[in-house]
């Protein structure tokens, strides 16, 4: 038993470890396509630039400067007002796994667009597989919470499904409102607009309307960590969720059936030769 543990612990980090891993190639590649196309780009604004101020007095070239990169950052395309630096290309790519996709930073080459498709196809799906491995490890977690909590305060066997999905919803309340403040802080945004990116971000919508505009490493790492695990903590009230209104779904349909005189019959299979007995439900006049 203990060696089982340990072999699904092993198997989850070697997981995580292989998604970071793709994260930081692909990041490197990307950044090697883009990059370059990007700094070709600066250097003919720069040259423009250059020629336009030619003839004019070298006093007045900073007052003309200011107006010409707004122009450039409103008309440029986003290879010029945005840096394809490491840690921001591995945050594309981190949108581009996660299906988030933001819209703020996109490939413009054929190259690019090229990797990217095939970036997608294997990191998708490789990113979603280790986020049902977490997924699964937080749901043994909280359920072995709830078990330490019955076993403290009393309680029913039937009631800790309940408890099991209030303790997962409030650990998915405690990441929103964690990472909303730290954006509050970090970006100067209103509580409200941190709480709205967040849970945008967390199911995967991605509007792109609001991106922090923050480039310190500590903001990259914090960044990817609370992504992920609001991802995970989310996803996983998602499904519970869904659960709940399946199940709900379902018996609205038995219900519906059995007031119209059409419950649901077994008949037993002419093909089988195990006697069953008869399954027919009667109905109710």
């Known amino acids: 038993m203990k060696c089982s543990i340990n072999g699904k612990a092993i198997a989850a980090f070697a997981t995580f470890c292989t998604v970071l891993v793709y994260l930081a190639v692909g990041a490197a590649i990307f950044q090697a396509i883009e990059e370059s196309h990007e700094n070709e780009q600066r250097a003919n604004y720069e040259e423009q630039l250059h020629d336009l101020l030619k003839g004019v007095d070298e006093e007045f070239h900073d007052e003309l400067k200011a107006p010409c990169h707004m122009v450039e950052v409103l008309q440029a395309t986003p290879n010029i007002t945005n840096t394809w630096t490491f840690a921001p290309t591995v945050i594309f790519c981190l949108t581009v796994v996660t299906t988030i996709g933001y819209g703020y930073m996109y490939p413009v080459t054929d190259e690019g667009r090229g990797f990217c498709i095939f970036f997608a196809l294997i990191g998708i799906p490789l990113f979603m597989a280790c986020l049902a491995v977490y997924a699964q490890h937080t ?17 029913k066997d039937e009631e800790n499904e309940k408890v099991q999905q209030i303790v997962t919803l409030l650990f998915c309340i405690v990441v929103i409102l964690t990472f909303s403040a730290y954006l509050t802080y970090k970006e100067d945004w209103s509580y409200f607009d941190s709480i709205y990116f967040t849970f945008i971000s967390f199911t995967t919508i991605g509007f792109g309307d609001l991106y922090p505009q923050s480039s310190d490493t500590l903001f990259y790492f914090l960044f990817v960590f609370f992504i992920i695990l609001g991802l995970i903590s989310l996803g996983t009230v998602i499904e519970a969720q869904t659960t709940n209104f399946s199940s709900f779904l379902n018996f609205i349909s038995s219900t519906c059936e059995c007031m119209c005189g059409k419950c649901v019959t077994v008949e037993k299979d002419p093909n089988s030769d195990v006697d069953e007995p008869n399954n027919h439900v009667e109905t109710v006049a």
Do not use: D, H, P, T
């Open 139 to 155: 749901a043994n977690f909280i359920r072995w919470i709830c078990k330490k909590l019955r076993k403290l305060f009393g309680g």
